[in-house]
C-alpha cells in the first residue's frame, strides 16, 4: 500500500490556510500514485486553541472544509483528522454534541461508522494531563458505546475501502489512541483483531524533551506485536494555550511489520513522503544530541510565534549574565543582527566584569546595541516617593523605600520603562530571559525581569542553560560569541552592593541542587514534595534519588539548616512564585510540565504535610 | 431526620484548618441531636486546588483526615466531600487513582460502596466546562461500573445506615450529581429508585450571577417529583485556579417532598443549623437585588484574598473616573479609610475636571491620599530615549517616540514606577481597575493600567461598574461617596489631547452597544460570532437579539461603517486582547465566563468564517 505521509505545517485557528495545505498535499500524493494520503489530527483547526471549539460557526466551517476535502478525494483515500459533528445531539456541557475524529474519504465518498452511524470515526481515548483537556471539548466515544448499549469494543473499527480495486481495511486512530498502556482499552489490537491491515495514526503531538525516544519503543513495539505496518503522521508548527507554547515536532515515522523503521520525516519541518509499506527498507533513526534538540524546539517556536504575528525585531536587556548572552544569541541567530538591540542598563551596582561581558558579547554578534543608564529615574523615583508625606484628615504619615525595594524599583524601571519604550521606537518586542529554576520560586520581579512578550528559557533549568550557551557557541555560532567569561562568572542580580559577582557574591539559589530538588517537585510523573524529600535526607539517600554530584552534607551542615533551606524554596514556589507566574509571559514549553497550561496551580498558602512536620521534629530534636 | 447542615468555610490547600472546622461542626452537630452531620463536597482539600491533586503525600494526608472525621462519628451519621483513592488502580493519568467522592460513617464506621468495594461513594457526573476540569484529576465512575461488565445504574447507590434505631437509605451525591439535564444520567432518581428516603447533594460550587435562581428551580423540582426531602449543603470561602478567583456563596438550602424551601443558610458567610426534615415549615427565600448580590460577592472573595496572603493595605490610583472610584469605595469599605491610599498621578493632560473629581471623592472617603505628578518621570524618558542613536559596525540609527508610544510610557509609569514603589513603601499592594468591556478588547496598556494585585471589576461589564457605583452610594455608604460628576463625565484615558473628557473625547468603546455585543460573544452559552451578528444585522433583528435599547442605525450610518466597527473589535478581542489577557492580574468572577480559567483562549490571529466574509460582501456591494 502506497501511503503519502503528509507531515504538514498547522496553523491553530486558520482553517482555511490549512484546507489549501491540505489540497495541495492530497493533489500531490494522488499524482506521485499514492493509495492514500494521511494527514495529522485536527489538521484543519490545530488542536490548542482554547474555548474556541465553543463557536459554532467556526465547528461549522471546520464541517463544509473537511466536507471538500473529502469530495476532492477523487483519486483514492484521503484520512485527516478533524472534528466531528452530532448537530442532532447535545454532549455533556450542553452544546452541540463534537468528537476529536478521523474522516475518511474513499474516491470522494465519506465513510461511515459502523456502530454510530456517523460520518467520522471518533477518537476512543481523550487525554486529559498536562496540557491536554480534550474532554473539555469532545464527547467521549467509550461514553456513547455504553450509552447506545453496545459492547465496549465497538467503538473501534476499521474503515473499509478499496485499494488498488481489491477491499482493504485501514486501522485509521488518532494520537493518544496508540498510548493506550494506562487507559485499559488497547486501540490498535481492537483495529487487528477487526481485520485492519494497516495501522495510520494521526497525530497532533507536541514535543517534549525525551518523548520521541519513548514514542518510537511504543509505536515500534505496536506495530512488531500486531505484526502490522504502523505509519504515524505528526504535524509541525507552533500551538499555544494563552500562557504556554508548544512546539509540534512531526517525525512523522513509518514502521514495517517488524517495527523497524522505513522512513522518518524530519524535526520541526513540514515534509511530504510517498512510502510504499510493503517495499519500504528499514533505516536507522537519527539520534542527534539533546541540546540540538531543545535549540531546534525553541527556534521552530520563537520563530513561528514571531513570524504569524509579524514580529521582526527584537530588544534585549544584556546584563553580562548567562540567561541574557543565550537569549541574545538565540534571537540573533534566528532575526539576523540588523534585527536585534542588545541594551545594557547599567546602575552603580554593575560591575566592570559583567559591563565588559555584555559589551563583548554585543561584539562578538555585532547586533545594535544602546547604553541607557537607570541612575537618573532610580534617583526620581526615590526623590518623588521616598520620603513622600501621605495625608488624611488630622493625620499624616512618611512613606520610605528601603533597599530592598529600591531592587524592585531598578528592575521595573529596565523592563517597563527604558525596554518597553525601545520596543516601541524600535518597532520591536522583548523577551523575559527567565529561566525555570527562578521562575519556579518566583525569582524575578514583576513588571520587571518578569516581562516579555514571551519567556523563551523559562522551561530551562538554569544548568541547561549554560549547556545552551555551550552548544550556541559550538554548533550555532562556532565561534565563542558568548564570552567564556559569562560561563565562568557567579550569577548575580547586582541590584545591591551585596550582590557584587567579582567578590563571587551571587543567587542565593544553589543550581547544582536546587534544579534537581526542583524538577522533582515539579517534573516527575509521581511528583514529590517535601515529605518525600526528609525521607530519602533521613534515609541518606536524597543524593541518590536526586542524582545529586555532591554529598548534602557538604552544603548543608546540620539538619536544621537543610531544612530551613528545604521550606524557604517550597514556600517560594508554593507562595510568591504563583502569584508571579499567573502574571508572567508566556512559557515556551520544552521540558515535561511547564508552567502555564501545562503546570496548573492555584494561588494558596504552602502546606507541609503532618508527616512531613513529625519527620522534622524527629530530626531537628536529634540535632 | 435531623440534618445538621454545616455550611463551612472551606479554605483549599489547608486540611489541617478544615478538619479542625469539621470536627467541631461534627461535636456540635451531635451535641444537638442531630442524626447527620452533612459537610459540602472536597470540605478537606478545597475544589479549585490546580495539579496539587497529583501530590500524593497531600492525597495521603486527606485520607488519613477523612478516616480521622469518619472516626470522631461516634454519635451518629457523617457525610462529606473528600477525595477517594484507590491505591491499587491507576487513574488514566498513570497515577493513583482518585475519585471525587462522598465519604459516609456511622457510628466510627465508613461505609463501603456496594459494587465498586471502595470505602466511598464516587462522584458520577463530572464536569468539564467553564472552571470545571474533574476529569484531569479524578476517575470517572460511570467508566468504572462499564469496565467491571456491571450496569451503569450501579455506580450510583443509596447508603444504608441506622437512624433512631431503624435502618434508613441515604442518597448522598455530590454538585454535578443533580445538574444531571446535558448527561442523560439521572442521579436523584436512581437513589430515589433504590429506596433513598432523603437526597443530600454535597457541594462546592462557586457563585455566577443568576445560577441561584436556577438552583433553586432545579432542586426544587427535583425534590417534587421525587417527593423527597432535599438537602443541598455548599461551602463559603474563595478558591481560585491561578488566573480567576471564584466566591463561593454558601446558601445551603433545605427543601421538603413538595419542594418547598424550608430552610435556606445565609449567602457568602458560613452557618450551622440542624434541621428535622419532618417538621420544618416552608419559608419564603429572600431575593435581594442582583448588584446587592455583585456586591457580596466581590467583598467576599476580595476580603478572603487579602486575609488569606495577609494583605491589610491597598494603594489606589485614581483617576476621576468611574471604574478607579469604585474601586476605592470597595477597597474603602472592605479595609477602613486608614487602611487605604488614594493616589492622583495627573500629567499636562488631565483635566481640572477630572483632577477635582479625583480630590471630591479622596475627600469623601476620607483616605490617606497623595500627589504624585508623572510629568518629570515621562519627560525623562523621552529625554533619554527619544531621539536615541543604537549603532552597529558602520551603521547607526535614531529612534524615536510617537504620541502613542508615550501614551502607553505614562501608562506604564503610574503603575510599574509610582504604584509599585507606593505599595511597597505603605506596606500594600495595588489593584487593578479594569473593567471587563475593556480587558476584552486590551484597551489597557500592560505594566501599566492592567497590572496589579487583582483585577476585581474585570468580570462586569462598564455598565454594571456604574450602577454597582450606584449601589456604593445608596446602599453601602448611604451618602454620595462618588461624586455624581464621576457618573456623568464621558468616561477617557486622558493620555493625550486628543482624550479631552472636557470637550467630550472619550474612549472608542460604545458602552450600549459594545457591552451587548461583547457579551454575545463571550457569555451566552452557545456562543455567538461575527457571522451571526451580520446575519442579525441584514436580517434587521439585532437590536432584538442583543438586547439593544437604541437602534443599530442610529450608531452606524452605513453597512461598512457597522462592518468596520464589528472587525475592529472582534480583532481586538481575539487579538491583543488576548496577549495582555495572558499577563494581566487574576480575575475575580462574577458572570458567566470570566477571563482565566473560566474562559480559555489561545494566542491566534482572529479569524473570520467564509460564511461571514461571504454576507460581508454582499452586504458591500448593496450598499
Chains 1, 2 share one sequence.
Not at 548543608?556 to 509571559?585: H, M, S, Y
Request: proline share 5%.
Amino acid at each position: 500500500m502506497k501511503i503519502a505521509v503528509a507531515q504538514i505545517d498547522v496553523i491553530p485557528g486558520r482553517p482555511e490556510t490549512n484546507l489549501k495545505t491540505c489540497l495541495e498535499a492530497q493533489r500531490r500524493g494522488f499524482n506521485e500514485g499514492a493509495d492514500v494520503i494521511a494527514f495529522p489530527e485536527l489538521c484543519l483547526s490545530g488542536y490548542l486553541i482554547g474555548d474556541l471549539w465553543e463557536e459554532q460557526s467556526f465547528v461549522s466551517e471546520l464541517v463544509d472544509m473537511g466536507a471538500e476535502l473529502c469530495a476532492a478525494s477523487t483519486a483514492g483515500v484521503t484520512c485527516f483528522g478533524n472534528v466531528g459533528l452530532d448537530a442532532t445531539q447535545w454532549g455533556e456541557d450542553g452544546r452541540p454534541r463534537r468528537f476529536n475524529a478521523a474522516w475518511v474519504a474513499d474516491r470522494g465518498v465519506l465513510m461511515r461508522h459502523p456502530v454510530f452511524d456517523l460520518p467520522f470515526f471518533p477518537k476512543t481515548l481523550l487525554p486529559n494531563y498536562r496540557e491536554f483537556e480534550e474532554t473539555r471539548h469532545f464527547f467521549d466515544s467509550r461514553r456513547l458505546v455504553t450509552q447506545l448499549g453496545r459492547d465496549r469494543k465497538e467503538c473501534v473499527a476499521p474503515v473499509n475501502v478499496e485499494i488498488a480495486g481489491a477491499p482493504a481495511k485501514l486501522g485509521v486512530y488518532l494520537c493518544e489512541d496508540g498510548w493506550h498502556e494506562d487507559y485499559r482499552f488497547d486501540v490498535p489490537q481492537i483495529l487487528k483483531d477487526k481485520g485492519a491491515s494497516v495501522l495510520i495514526n494521526l497525530s497532533g503531538s507536541p514535543f517534549t524533551l525525551g518523548k520521541e525516544q519513548k514514542r518510537h519503543r511504543i509505536f515500534s513495539s505496536q506495530a512488531k506485536k500486531l505484526e502490522l505496518p504502523l505509519v504515524y503522521v505528526n504535524c509541525t508548527g507552533m500551538q499555544n494555550n494563552g500562557k504556554t507554547l508548544f512546539s509540534f515536532d512531526g517525525n512523522s515515522t513509518v514502521y514495517n511489520a517488524k517495527g523497524q523503521v522505513t522512513h522518518e520525516a524530519p524535526h520541526f519541518t513540514p515534509s511530504f513522503k510517498v512510502v510504499d509499506t510493503a517495499t519500504a527498507r528499514p533505516r536507522p533513526t537519527a539520534a542527534p544530541s539533546e541540546m540540538e534538540r531543545i535549540y531546534q524546539c525553541l527556534k521552530n517556536a520563537v520563530g513561528i510565534y514571531m513570524d504569524r504575528f509579524a514580529l521582526k525585531r527584537i530588544v534585549i536587556g544584556v546584563s553580562g549574565g548567562i540567561d541574557s548572552a543565550v537569549s541574545a544569541a538565540l534571537f540573533t541567530d534566528l532575526l539576523g543582527p540588523r534585527n536585534v538591540l542588545l541594551v545594557n542598563m547599567p546602575s552603580r551596582y554593575n560591575t566592570d566584569t559583567t559591563k565588559n561581558l555584555a559589551r563583548e558579547l554585543i561584539e562578538n554578534l555585532d547586533t545594535f546595541s544602546a547604553t541607557v543608564s537607570i541612575e537618573a529615574s532610580v534617583a526620581l523615583t526615590k526623590e518623588q516617593l521616598d520620603g513622600v508625606t501621605i495625608r488624611r484628615k488630622g493625620e499624616s504619615k512618611t512613606l520610605a523605600l528601603s533597599p530592598f525595594h529600591l531592587e524592585n524599583v531598578q528592575a521595573r524601571d529596565r523592563s517597563s520603562r527604558i525596554l518597553s519604550a525601545l520596543a516601541s521606537a524600535f518597532a520591536a518586542v522583548y523577551p523575559s530571559n527567565a529561566n525555570k529554576s527562578e521562575t519556579m520560586v518566583g525569582y524575578a520581579t514583576l513588571y520587571g525581569d518578569h516581562s516579555g512578550f514571551l519567556a523563551p528559557l523559562a522551561d530551562l533549568w538554569k544548568h541547561q542553560v549554560y549547556s545552551l550557551g555551550e552548544y550556541l557557541n559550538d554548533a550555532v555560532f562556532k565561534r565563542e560569541v558568548i564570552p567564556r567569561g559569562i560561563f565562568d562568572i557567579v550569577p548575580s542580580a547586582e541590584l545591591s552592593d551585596d550582590q557584587n559577582p567579582e567578590h563571587g557574591a551571587g543567587d542565593p539559589i544553589i543550581y547544582g541542587y536546587h534544579d534537581k530538588l526542583f524538577e522533582s517537585w515539579m517534573q516527575r510523573w509521581q511528583r514529590v514534595s517535601p515529605e518525600e524529600i526528609l525521607v530519602w535526607y533521613r534515609d541518606g539517600r536524597l543524593e541518590q534519588e536526586l542524582g545529586l554530584e555532591q554529598s548534602i552534607q557538604a552544603l548543608f551542615k546540620t539538619d536544621e539548616a537543610f531544612i530551613n533551606d528545604l521550606e524557604r524554596w517550597w514556600n517560594a514556589f508554593k507562595g510568591l512564585g504563583v502569584v508571579k507566574r499567573v502574571q508572567a509571559p508566556p512559557v515556551l514549553a520544552v521540558c515535561r510540565r511547564a508552567f502555564g497550561y501545562d503546570y496548573r496551580e492555584s494561588l494558596m498558602r504552602p502546606y507541609f504535610t503532618r508527616r512531613y512536620l513529625a519527620l522534622k521534629s524527629d530530626l531537628i530534636k536529634t540535632d
